[in-house]
């Protein structure tokens, strides 16, 4: 299921936005994004909150695994598994799943839609690693996407729910009174938030 989620997770990532022809990579404004997920004939929901200004990720994972918090000015992720009581620092070139590799990536525009109420502009995108389709916001939201990433298999994902809200900072601020644990060797590629290679 992780495999499953990590291909579906591919186009909710940042991607550059130096040039006219890419899409705005970070949301401009704090929000709230609920997600249906689907990979490999299963299904999940997941929310990912964004702050701003200090473009922070938080992405809410299913099933009772935790969270996982990438903070792309720092350059510092973590994952945080709450029924363990435990947190694990991970490279943010990992919590951010393929940041870095889309930044390379090659884009083409396409028309638009309307997802969760909001209209949003289709890019095809295709890197050395991972290739798909996603439809970001003008403010940079990303409202689906479907691909399919190395050792990942492919996966869809699609924005349910879309809230422009101030967020919180203590929900990305790493909890108190957890513990710490190493990131084990040999993590399978396409696990959320770990990255020896895409998610």
Known sequence: MRHALAAALIAA???AAEAQDRPQIYPTRDVAVTYRVAGQGQQAELTMLWSAAQRLMRMN??????????????????????QMRMIMDVPVAQAAGMQR???????TRGGVEKIAGLDCTVWRYQSASSQGEAC??????????????????????????VVYQPQDAALFRRPEGYQTMQMPQGVPQGMPGMQGAPR
């Open 61 to 82: 994972m299913p099933q009772g695994m935790g969270y996982m918090v990438a903070d792309h000015q720092g350059q510092r992720g973590f994952m945080v598994m709450e």
């Open 13 to 15: 990532l940042p991607v």
């Open 136 to 161: 970001i916001t003008n403010d940079g939201v990303m409202l689906r996407g479907n691909g399919a990433a190395q050792g990942a298999g492919q996966g869809r994902i699609e924005a349910t729910r």
């Open 101 to 107: 590799d889309l930044e390379n990536a090659r884009f």
